[in-house]
């Protein structure tokens, strides 16, 4: 081995264990600046290839050239190595604690309309009431004329009604379509469908063309049909006291059935229950100091007409029951003091956090409050 040749063997054994002793980046690229820089060990042996005989020169060249490119390759390696490490221990520090919970957020909340119906069906339920659905598109003849408003009755003016637009092939006007005034024509195709004894409730939208402070042109009833052999007012009576007491939460609540007219009743009343109104506010149940009552309206109801039992196939010398029916809306509101009826359907999400109800946590009678 010439002395040439023995050095470049040092050399390579020195620098080698430099790179390799590089345990950083910045010690790395010392390492590379004495390997390979201008002034550097490998190129300082170059220098000295001019003086060298044409044989040595060609071969000292080659071994210094192999001898750079091992080097460099070995410099990239270790370069990607303590790049890794670097990225390794970055990981390692900065990790994200995917667990952490949320910043708190706006919480969803059961409308009042979910919230009372609910509420309602759960007394119904208790009391042998069975849910029956309807269609929010009907009839005229479901709507109206089966529950004895017969075409051109003045009754009908008092529920302004959307109509569908015609079909024109379409004779038969019972066949008119319309958006439904009230749950009543449930009533009728609940009769027709299952035969007596009923006991059901039916609830659902209804619409009218009204809109103020207590009117919107979308709102919610709930109704229900008793119809046995021996049903008469008394139980009409019974199942409204109990269930306004249930739904109110107050026992002995003042109660008075007022004489009222529908066309599919007879006798009809509307129910109004106690309140004082002294001091602004309302109070349900209270009396005023006097000891006499405020009224306030809540729901409609009466003996079911015997031509309503007709028009449905039902026997009216064999069968007789009640009816009732009321705005969800309405006694949501004197229940949960909401004032303004448009405010719910306003879609307002700060309404609902007012006004809407824990899905978690709903303390009333229907839920075990
Ligand atoms: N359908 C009536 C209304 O919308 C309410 C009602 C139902 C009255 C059943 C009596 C019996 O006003």
Not at 60 to 69: D, R
Request: charged share 25%; aromatic share 8%.
């Amino acid at each position: 081995m010439t002395d040439m040749s023995e050095n470049i063997a040092e050399l390579k054994t020195e620098l080698t264990s430099i790179v390799e002793a590089a345990n950083d980046l910045s010690s790395l690229e010392q390492a590379k600046i004495t390997a390979l820089g201008k002034k550097g060990k490998i190129t300082g042996l170059m220098k000295t290839l001019g003086s060298m005989s044409a044989e040595e020169r060609k071969m000292t060249g080659q071994a210094l050239n192999e001898l750079k490119n091992e080097i460099g390759a070995l410099i990239g390696k270790q370069e990607s190595a303590l790049k890794r490490q670097v990225m390794d221990e970055k990981l390692a520090t900065e990790t994200i604690d995917v667990t952490l919970s949320t910043r708190p957020e706006r919480q969803g909340h059961i409308h009042p309309i979910s919230q009372t119906l609910e509420e309602l069906i759960t007394i119904f339920a208790d009391m042998g009431f069975s849910v029956a659905e309807g269609s929010d598109i009907e009839d005229d003849w479901h709507n109206f004329t089966a529950l004895n408003f017969p075409p051109g009755h003045p009754a009908r003016e008092m529920q302004d009604t959307f109509f569908l637009p015609e079909d024109p092939d379409e004779k038969d006007e019972y066949a008119k379509k319309l958006l439904r005034t009230h749950t009543s024509s449930v009533q009728i195709r609940h009769m027709k469908e299952n035969k007596p004894p009923i006991r059901m409730i039916c609830f659902g939208r209804t619409y009218r063309s009204d809109y103020d402070m207590t009117h919107t042109p979308m709102f919610h009833q709930l109704e229900g049909l008793v119809i046995d052999e021996k049903t008469h007012m008394g139980h009409l009576k019974g199942c409204l006291r109990d269930f306004c007491e249930a739904y109110f939460e107050i026992d002995n609540l003042p109660m008075q059935f007022r004489p009222s007219f529908f066309p599919f009743v007879e006798p009809g009343a509307e129910v109004d229950i106690g309140c004082s109104r002294e001091g602004g506010g309302l109070k349900i149940g209270a009396a005023k100091e006097n000891g006499k009552s405020d009224w306030l309206e809540i729901l409609g109801c009466g003996m079911v007409h015997p031509n309503v039992l007709k028009s449905c196939g039902i026997d009216p010398d064999v069968y007789q029951g009640f009816a009732f029916g009321m705005g969800v809306e309405r006694i949501a509101m004197l229940k949960y003091g909401i004032p303004d009826l448009r405010t719910f359907f306003d879609s307002d999400t700060r309404w609902l956090d007012h006004y809407g109800f824990d899905p978690l946590g709903r303390p009333n009678r229907a839920f075990g409050g």
